[in-house]
């Protein structure tokens, strides 16, 4: 009797979505977040994921505090996966995102437009 509602939800479950929502922050996972919007990944390479405070302090509108607390948020909760992740830094909003979102590195290889 209870066998069988049992197996439906089991069933049902198992085609559940297994990924965080469209617009989560992603960190500390081997696998590509999925995105229903076609934002551009950020690259592994990107500086803002393996600049040190002097590499980070070159982009334009970013100084030493403003590394830092770079440095501390990909610490604090990995890579950066999309050019908005770095709005969660201290210090950086929209603005100076438009500025430095011409020089990241997309991950395919190629900086974003």
């Known amino acids: 009797m209870f066998l069988l509602p049992a197996a ?3 069933l049902l479950a198992g085609m559940l979505p297994l990924h965080a929502p469209s617009g989560a922050k992603y ?12 934002l551009p990944l950020l690259s592994e390479q990107d500086g803002f994921n393996t600049g040190n405070a002097e590499t980070l302090s070159g982009y334009p509108g970013i100084g030493e505090a403003t590394a830092a ?13 999309f050019p908005e992740d770095i709005l969660a830094v201290k210090g950086i909003g ?9 020089l990241m590195i997309t991950g395919t290889g190629e900086r974003e437009e």
């Open 8 to 10: 439906i939800l089991i």
């Open 27 to 38: 960190t500390g996972t081997a696998q590509e977040p999925v995105r229903a919007d076609p």
């Open 69 to 81: 607390a770079i440095l501390a948020e990909r610490r604090e909760n990995g890579r950066f996966w």
């Open 94 to 102: 929209e603005k100076k995102l438009e500025q430095i979102r011409p």
